[in-house]
């Protein structure tokens, strides 16, 4: 089965900064773009940042300039750099399959304290 194990998330002050990792199995890796998500507290889960199995990056507003992905293929892992972290960045983050996710695994909880 496909998995994403995510880890990493903790709590840190405004503008700080957090490395959240996500290692993934049950696929090949390396031909799949890897999108990271987030849920904050009663709220709906959005995009946050992707990467193309090329390495093309792409972010979401919110984060643009702050957060940088990137993947590590021999290690089936894509990496979340966050700076810059704001209180409004808590939220539960996800990784999965860009184009087509599956089941979301358990998350890792970040949280910014104002």
């Known amino acids: 089965q496909v998995q994403f194990v995510e880890s990493g998330g903790g709590l840190v002050q405004a503008g700080g900064s957090l490395r959240l990792s996500c290692v993934a199995s049950?696929?090949?890796?390396?031909?799949?773009?890897i999108g990271w998500y987030r849920q904050a507290p009663g709220k709906q889960r959005e995009w946050v940042a992707r990467?193309?199995?090329?390495?093309?990056?792409v972010y979401a507003d919110s984060v643009k300039g702050r957060f940088t992905i990137s993947r590590d293929n021999a290690k089936n892992t894509v990496y979340l750099q966050m700076n810059s972290m704001k209180p409004e960045d808590t939220a539960v983050y996800y990784c999965?399959?860009?184009?087509?996710?599956?089941?979301w695994g358990q998350g890792t909880q970040v949280t910014v304290s104002s």
């Open positions: 999965n399959m860009y184009y087509r996710p599956l089941s």
């Open positions: 990467i193309s199995s090329g390495g093309s990056t």
């Open positions: 049950g696929m090949t890796f390396s031909i799949n773009a």
